[in-house]
């Protein structure tokens, strides 16, 4: 039931509760409007107000002073309705919200605390101090190897000193016994090709030995190992190379086990160690150029494809085709190592009437026949 008091007959707790609310309904539409329109909440227009009541017409001067205005009706409020409505309520005005920027959470801050920082700078000193340790170690391993090989190599040249001079004092006593020790023969051909000789046309030792060839260290061994008497030549074998015949440069000569200076004299010489004729490995027939018979004088122009043919003393002849050509230094040995396939090398001094080098024939076996 509205109540039909007017406002000022109402008490001022009534008048309390009225004007909260009042201000609940109102805030509950507005955030109703907001949550249906965004953020611009336009609010329902306000009704107008009913049109005022024609004044009363003035009464006329004479009855002013008798004549009373009659009273203004009473401002009425009902207090039972759920929101409270005075007379002189107009209506809501529009209302507009400025867009509500949204805050931002406050960025946190970097921890610039001692503890943090004191983390960081023990975990770089402890960095450090591995590094500097590793370092320490580095420097001690390598000063203790580099003693290691000083050491090492301390011995191995005070070892080549008594080798040096054990050499040397067997020399001396060489040198001193007038017939040679067997036990001080060696092998020439380790050191120096051979066939080497002084060239004819030096005085007083032309076409004899060359010993400047060979080390200075086994020159006086040398020297009496070719002055010794020579024993008889080795028996030839069944498989002991005999002839050889190269048709391009009309050579045909008798084969001699053999190719130390006594051997070359005869002709040309079998290298003891190398293989026979058809065998695999390499045979090595050496003989002079401009000494003695001359008869490898023109080996030189011997060409890629020319036949060498080798007999051996069965009877059996071999034939070989040469494959390539070198002049090389006297002691370039390599030229006497094994081969794997049966092979001829022939050898003499170079250039002729100077033979300072050796020109080499390497040639092939082609074929065999009787």
Same mark, same amino acid.
């Given at each position: 039931?509205?109540?039909? #008091? *007017?406002?000022?007959?109402?008490?001022? @707790?009534?008048?309390?509760?009225?004007? &909260?609310?009042?201000?609940?309904?109102?805030?509950?539409?507005?955030?109703?409007?907001?949550?249906?329109?965004?953020?611009? /909440?336009?609010?329902?227009? &306000?009704?107008?107000?009913?049109?005022?009541?024609?004044?009363?017409? %003035?009464?006329?001067?004479?009855?002013?002073?008798?004549?009373?205005? *009659?009273?203004?009706?009473?401002?009425?409020?009902?207090?039972?309705?759920?929101?409270?409505?005075?007379? +002189?309520?107009?209506?809501?005005?529009?209302?507009?919200?400025? !867009?509500?920027?949204?805050?931002?959470?406050?960025?946190? @801050? *970097?921890?610039?605390?001692?503890?943090?920082?004191?983390?960081?700078?023990?975990?770089?000193?402890?960095? =450090?101090?591995?590094? @500097?340790?590793?370092?320490?170690?580095?420097?001690?391993?390598? $000063?203790?190897?580099?003693?290691?090989?000083?050491?090492?190599?301390?011995?191995?040249?005070?070892?080549?000193?008594?080798?040096?001079?054990?050499?040397?004092?067997?020399?001396?006593?060489?040198? &001193?016994?007038?017939?040679? #020790?067997? +036990?001080?023969?060696?092998?020439?051909?380790?050191?120096? /090709?051979?066939?080497?000789?002084?060239?004819?046309?030096?005085?007083?030792?032309?076409?004899?030995?060359?010993?400047?060839? /060979?080390? &200075?260290?086994?020159?006086?061994?040398?020297?009496?190992?070719?002055?010794? *008497?020579?024993?008889? %030549?080795?028996?030839?074998?069944?498989?002991?190379?005999?002839?050889?015949?190269?048709?391009?440069?009309?050579?045909?000569?008798?084969?001699?086990?053999?190719?130390?200076?006594?051997?070359?004299?005869?002709?040309?010489?079998?290298? =003891?160690?190398?293989?026979?004729?058809? @065998?695999?490995?390499?045979?090595? /027939?050496?003989?002079?150029?401009?000494?003695?018979?001359?008869?490898?004088?023109?080996?030189?122009? $011997?060409?890629?494809?020319?036949?060498?043919?080798?007999?051996? +003393?069965?009877?059996?002849?071999?034939?070989?085709?040469?494959?390539?050509?070198?002049?090389?230094? !006297?002691?370039?040995?390599?030229?006497?190592?094994?081969?794997?396939?049966?092979?001829?090398? =022939?050898?003499?001094?170079?250039?002729? #009437?100077?033979?300072?080098?050796?020109?080499?024939?390497?040639?092939?076996?082609?074929?065999?026949?009787?």
């Amino acid at each position: 039931m509205r109540d039909k #008091r *007017p406002v000022d007959e109402l008490s001022i @707790e009534e008048l309390e509760r009225i004007l &909260a609310i009042r201000k609940r309904e109102a805030r509950r539409k507005r955030l109703q409007r907001y949550d249906n329109r965004g953020r611009r /909440l336009p609010t329902p227009l &306000a009704e107008e107000p009913p049109p005022a009541p024609a004044p009363a017409p %003035l009464p006329q001067q004479h009855e002013a002073a008798t004549t009373v205005p *009659p009273p203004e009706p009473p401002v009425t409020y009902d207090l039972t309705d759920e929101v409270p409505r005075f007379e +002189d309520d107009d209506g809501d005005d529009e209302i507009v919200l400025a !867009p509500r920027r949204r805050q931002e959470p406050p960025a946190a @801050e *970097p921890v610039s605390g001692g503890e943090p920082r004191s983390r960081v700078r023990s975990a770089w000193d402890k960095l =450090l101090l591995a590094i @500097e340790v590793v370092g320490v170690v580095g420097i001690v391993a390598i $000063l203790v190897y580099g003693g290691y090989l000083i050491a090492t190599e301390n011995k191995k040249i005070d070892a080549l000193d008594q080798e040096s001079a054990r050499i040397q004092q067997d020399a001396a006593a060489l040198r &001193a016994t007038s017939t040679p #020790r067997p +036990d001080l023969t060696i092998d020439l051909a380790n050191y120096v /090709l051979p066939g080497g000789h002084y060239s004819p046309a030096e005085p007083g030792r032309g076409g004899e030995f060359n010993l400047d060839e /060979l080390p &200075a260290s086994i020159r006086p061994v040398a020297a009496t190992q070719l002055t010794a *008497p020579r024993a008889a %030549l080795p028996t030839p074998q069944p498989t002991s190379p005999t002839r050889i015949v190269i048709p391009a440069i009309d050579v045909d000569a008798a084969i001699y086990g053999g190719d130390d200076w006594y051997a070359l004299q005869k002709g040309v010489g079998h290298y =003891l160690n190398s293989a026979n004729p058809g @065998e695999n490995g390499n045979m090595v /027939l050496t003989a002079h150029n401009d000494v003695y018979g001359e008869i490898f004088r023109y080996l030189e122009d $011997l060409e890629v494809g020319d036949e060498v043919r080798v007999q051996a +003393d069965s009877g059996k002849w071999y034939t070989y085709r040469v494959r390539e050509t070198h002049i090389v230094e !006297p002691s370039e040995t390599w030229v006497l190592s094994h081969q794997n396939q049966p092979t001829v090398t =022939l050898i003499t001094c170079h250039p002729y #009437r100077v033979d300072t080098h050796r020109y080499v024939v390497f040639a092939d076996m082609v074929g065999e026949s009787f």
